[in-house]
Structures are given as C-alpha cells and as structure tokens.
C-alpha cells in the first residue's frame, strides 16, 4: 500500500468478503494507532506494513504544515541561523568530549567529523551574519549622511537669504553630488 493511497480515503475502504466485496464502511484507522489514516483494525490496520504507511502519511501531513513560508526579516533570518550553529556546535562539543572521556574511539570518531563541519558551518553563517550588518549599517550612515547634508544647504540657502522657490536646483546638484559619492563608496569609478 503507498502512502497516497492512505491519505486519499477518510474510511477504511478494505474490500470485504463478508459484506459480499463492498468497501469497509468504518473510519480509516479506526481501533488502531493511526485514526484517521489507513485500514481499520478489523483489515490490518495494525500489521506492521499498514502501520508504516499510516507514519509515512502522518509526517508527509506535519511536512506540509512545517514547510509553511514564514515572512522574515533577512538579518532576522541570520541570526535564527547563526544560533542554531551554535546550539549543534554545542551539542557535538559534548558528545565528542563523552566520547574522549570514556575512550570511545569507535563513537569518538564520527563525532569528530561532526564536529569539525559544525566549526565550519558555525563560523560560516556568523561571518555572513556580520557582513550583512555591516553593509546595513553602512547604508544607514549613507542616508543619514545624505539627510544631514540636505539640511545643511537648505539651512545655508537661508542664511544666504537665497528665496525657496531658488532652491530646487541647489537641492538637485547636491542630490546628483550625494549619489556620485555613494557610487565611489561603492566601489565604482567616479
Ligand atoms: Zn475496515
């Protein structure tokens, strides 16, 4: 029986000869560990194949909803993945260091392996996580930086008792200025 097949059906649906070959009217797993999927416990519902399947249904169903998107935050999203480096770095640090204690070469040895990936990944994603901060924090002092500069020249075209309605084109050469400076920073060509 595929598992497709069990999640198809919210009856038992076992042909029986009993019931001169009608499908079996009771619910789907009924009697058994897996109601709601599969055979009834009259049509094997409990032999261990049926049981499999009903299992194989059941996480196929908890995959669907874990598989859900969840909006994130990208930094966010870093950070989640930052920590759970960490908490697996941690976790195989114990167990290689149980394995060292009790002198278990034959465990000891794939926890290595483990261990060493963890190093790698945790080192990884942090470095990835730092990068991304630094880049929005560098974008944050830009545009704080292009605001401040803003308000400088208007500041100064008022103390210049230069009129409002002149000051569009010196809000506009500095916006082109700003933009300029940014592409340098960049790491364009001026
Ligand atoms: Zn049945």
Not at 54 to 73: C, F, Q, S
Not at 76 to 104: C, I, N
Not at 151 to 178: C, D, Q, S, T
Request: with cysteine.
């Amino acid at each position: 029986m595929t598992a497709d097949r069990v999640a198809d059906r919210a009856l038992c649906g076992a042909r029986t000869r009993s019931a001169g070959g009608r499908a079996c009217r009771n619910p789907a797993g009924k009697g058994t560990s897996h109601v709601g999927t599969g055979r009834c416990r009259h049509h094997a519902g409990s032999t261990p194949s049926h049981l499999v399947a009903a299992e194989v249904v059941v996480a196929e169903r908890a995959l669907r909803t874990l598989g859900e998107p969840i909006p994130t935050d990208p930094l966010e999203g870093l950070q989640r993945a930052v920590d759970s480096a960490a908490g697996l770095h941690h976790g195989l640090q114990q167990l290689v260091r149980e394995a060292a204690a009790s002198d278990d070469s034959r465990a000891l040895v794939p926890r290595l392996a483990l261990y060493a990936d963890a190093i790698d990944r945790l080192a990884r994603t942090a470095r990835q996580a730092v990068e991304a901060r630094l880049t929005e924090r560098q974008a944050r002092i830009n545009q704080e930086q292009g605001e401040l500069l803003v308000r400088f020249v208007v500041a100064a075209l008022a103390v210049a008792a230069i009129p409002p309605e002149l000051h569009r084109p010196f809000r506009a050469a500095l916006a082109v200025e700003i933009d300029r400076h940014r592409h340098i920073e960049e790491g364009g060509t001026p």
